[in-house]
């Protein structure tokens, strides 16, 4: 009988488990029409919450852990895939509500695919993962409000993880002049080395403050939420926008309308999982032609899939730096 090598979690009378287990084929689930042997995984926060058991991020049981994989189609009935292409799979529901791919294996919908750019490997994708593509979504989304490199500041918070690192990279090649904010001061010659201008500390920014104070920021990428993000949108310029992708911190949001009625100030809400197909192929097509492949590999450390479950809880710690890749065949 044919298995396949996944991080299976579960909950049952006995309790929450998490293992690395051999699955046989038939239990992929019936729903999706393309089977992918998947190549590289990775470490999301959303996954170290999974596979910690610490939110309701698992609404199916038993469950596959992993909202991303890369690989090559093995088979499939979608005539927008044949096997031999490689694909990216990012969110969806995929490791929450449908099994992932923190596995050999993963049955899929070719809606939720996109083909893996020229530019990029397995590896690459996944180091890039739903953190560096929402990174991504959050620079269209400056972009597309109007902040320009000319009008100053951007702030980065949660500087470095994953989300925050990969968009220090893509801002700095954009010609923004970026402030990393980051709670490992001692991480200030890597995160210079991808691009950040100045680094300050996240304490400045993470105890409840005024709704309105000195205007610095062109533009925020925020992926801690709480009272950072009320700090952050507290101190943006005139017509800033601030992308608000994460909750590192905490999902409140205590502030008030003042910086929005009286600055102009936009919050932009970024959402990865259900992001559009035109949305999800204009991030890869942005990420491809502009991530600067050597600072990619600057922030990837690549495990096996042994390691994931050991590894994940750190994600919520924030002890891991940048991307975290998992082999899933090693
Ligand atoms: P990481 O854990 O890699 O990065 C988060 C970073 O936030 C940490 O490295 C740390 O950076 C900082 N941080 C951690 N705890 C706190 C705290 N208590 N207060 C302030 N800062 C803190 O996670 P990711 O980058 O993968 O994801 C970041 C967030 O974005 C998560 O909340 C995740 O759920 C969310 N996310 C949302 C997506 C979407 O579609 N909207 C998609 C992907 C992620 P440092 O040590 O530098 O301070």
């Given at each position: ?130 953190a560096g593509?929402?990174s991504m979504?959050a620079v ?13 500041e951007i702030l980065v918070t949660g500087a470095s993880g994953g989300v925050g690192s990969v968009a220090i990279a893509l801002l700095s090649a954009r010609g923004y002049n970026v402030v990393a904010a980051t709670?490992?001061?001692?991480e200030t010659d890597y995160l210079k080395s991808l691009g950040a201008t100045a680094v300050m ?18 533009g925020v990428v925020?992926s ?66 502009e991530l600067d492949?050597?600072k990619l590999?600057q922030i ?21 730096r940048g991307r ?7």
């Amino acid at each position: 009988m044919n298995t396949f090598n996944g991080i299976l979690l579960d909950k049952t009378d006995a309790g929450f488990s998490a293992t690395l287990s051999g699955i046989e084929e038939w239990r992929l689930p019936a729903e999706g029409d393309v089977t992918v042997a998947i190549e590289y995984s990775t470490i999301n926060y959303k996954d170290g919450l999974a596979i910690a058991n610490k939110s309701p991020v698992v609404r199916k049981w038993p469950m596959i852990a992993g909202i991303d994989g890369a690989g090559i189609v093995e088979a499939s009935t979608d005539p927008q895939w044949k096997p031999g292409d490689k694909v990216i799979l990012n969110g969806y529901g995929v490791g929450e509500t449908h099994w992932g791919c923190l596995a050999q294996k993963a049955r899929l919908k070719g809606d939720w695919l996109v083909s893996l750019p020229a530019e990029f490997t397995t590896s690459q994708a996944m180091a890039i993962g739903t953190a560096g593509y929402t990174s991504m979504l959050a620079v269209i989304a400056l972009a597309r409000h109007g902040v320009t490199p000319d009008q100053g500041e951007i702030l980065v918070t949660g500087a470095s993880g994953g989300v925050g690192s990969v968009a220090i990279a893509l801002l700095s090649a954009r010609g923004y002049n970026v402030v990393a904010a980051t709670g490992r001061l001692y991480e200030t010659d890597y995160l210079k080395s991808l691009g950040a201008t100045a680094v300050m500390d996240r304490n400045e920014l993470s105890q409840p403050g005024k709704p309105l104070q000195r205007e610095r920021w062109a533009g925020v990428v925020d992926s801690v939420g709480s009272h950072t993000l009320a700090n952050a949108i507290a101190q943006c310029k005139y017509n800033a926008t601030v992308a608000a992708c994460g909750l590192a911190q905490g999902m409140d949001l205590s502030t008030s309308v003042a910086a929005f009625i009286l600055r102009g100030v936009t919050l932009a809400g970024i959402d990865s999982v259900y992001a559009s197909k035109p949305r999800r192929l204009e991030a890869w097509n942005h990420l491809a032609r502009e991530l600067d492949k050597a600072k990619l590999d600057q922030i990837t450390t690549v495990i096996k899939l042994s390691e994931a479950i050991a590894r994940a809880p750190d994600i919520l710690a924030g002890k891991l730096r940048g991307r975290f890749v998992v082999d899933v065949n090693a």
